[in-house]
């Protein structure tokens, strides 16, 4: 069995952090400066400062397991992506053969709609359609990366992954010969 990390850009993990964080910046600032009402209570303000401090702890716990989990696994009978919340299983029985191909920006990906996943930043993790309607798992959080097309019978037709020249060779050593 080999693990191995996949690349994560500390500038996209940054931007994505700013997405999730800016609402509830403004929320802040927007909360001090109004008024209190009629018949407001101390309580009243605590309650809410803790609710939106709740709020930004569990953002901030999700920004950093999506931080954290980033690897894939390959084994004799499976090859298996951990990608933030998203997790990809292709078994070694159901792929014929595998072809990779280097990509260095997302027009060469051919994505359609993100039907299960985040897409910001150029960060790319979960499912997306295809341009042909197939179904594609990115993890992507890096550039260049590579684009795995599966033959056989396996569900996922194309991955797309942020993986090292090393990694892509072991990858494309796993697969069944054609």
């Known amino acids: 069995m080999t693990k191995a990390e996949l ?3 500390r500038r996209q993990l940054g931007w994505l952090a700013l997405m999730l964080l800016a609402p509830i910046l403004l929320v802040s600032v ?16 605590l309650l809410g400062w803790s609710v939106l401090g709740a709020v930004t702890l569990v953002l901030l716990t999700m920004l ?18 951990h990608h933030s919340f998203y997790t990809l299983r292709l078994r070694r029985a159901d792929v014929g053969a595998l072809h990779l ?24 993790s979960g499912w997306f359609s ?19 097309t599966v033959e ?8 797309v992954l942020s993986m090292s020249a090393e990694v892509a060779r072991r990858v494309a050593r796993w697969a069944p010969p054609a």
């Not at 950093?64 to 499976?78: G, L, Q, S, T, Y």
Request: charged share 20%.
């Open 64 to 81: 950093v397991m999506m931080a954290r989990r980033h690897a894939i696994v390959i084994d004799d009978n499976a090859l298996v992506v």
């Open 7 to 9: 690349p994560v850009s």
């Open 130 to 148: 295809g341009q042909r309607g197939e179904r594609v798992f990115c993890a992507v959080s890096t550039w260049p990366a590579y684009l795995v």
């Open 152 to 159: 056989g019978n396996a569900r996922c037709r194309r991955l």
């Open 30 to 45: 927007a909360v001090i400066q109004v008024p209190p009402k009629p018949g407001h209570t101390a309580m009243d303000t």
């Open 101 to 124: 191909r280097r990509v260095t920006s997302r027009n060469e990906l051919g994505l359609g709609l993100r039907t299960n996943g985040i897409a910001a930043c150029g960060y790319y």
